[in-house]
């Protein structure tokens, strides 16, 4: 098994800070410490866009160019939202996805999962499909769709070892925003700092877990 933050994108054609890589719309794009350049910028433009809002007279001002009306919602609104989740595939034999982050989920609420393991709750991940986490005894069960759609992939792991599998997608986070951290460096030396805040607060890593 294998579980991954993954950052759900779309197309589009507007974004100017470059560069960005190009993917597939309405696919997925896994976070972690080894993307290229060219896909960290894609992430950042996704995350922006998703937040992309103009600022309500108790925030803060917009920017400047050149960043022009690009980041004002990812820099100014107090909730930010990153469309994605933790996905949980079986890699061992069919590929099965048992956790699929579905419409409205983001990756801010990723701990949601502790209180899973902390046996506190369920937790839900969207919907289309509606995937779900719960605690059954020492065991957690994910099933990729409590929506009723029958045949709908279902497996019980083992509390530790899903303790695991957070560890190990939670530590992708921080790895990821350094790197766009040091995008940010490059191509938004003025606003490196802000957006690098942003996007911490967006992946729900500006405090300790």
Partial sequence: MVMQPVLEMFAAD????????????????VLNGKLTPAEVGTAVMRIADSNDSEPEEEHAPCPTEPLGIFPHGLLTMPDLFAAGGFRVTD???????????????????????????????CAHFGHDPSSAAEPVGDTVRLTHDVSGTDGSPVTELPADQVRRLVADAQQDLPDFLSLAGAWAEQHLPAHAAPVTAALARALDLASSP
């Fill in 91 to 121: 890699t061992t034999t069919t590929g099965t996805v048992f956790v699929e982050p579905g419409c409205c989920n983001g990756l801010e609420t990723w701990r949601d999962w502790l209180d899973v393991l902390d046996g506190t709750g």
């Fill in 14 to 29: 507007d974004f100017v800070l470059r560069p960005v890589g190009e993917h597939e719309s309405f696919g997925y794009l």
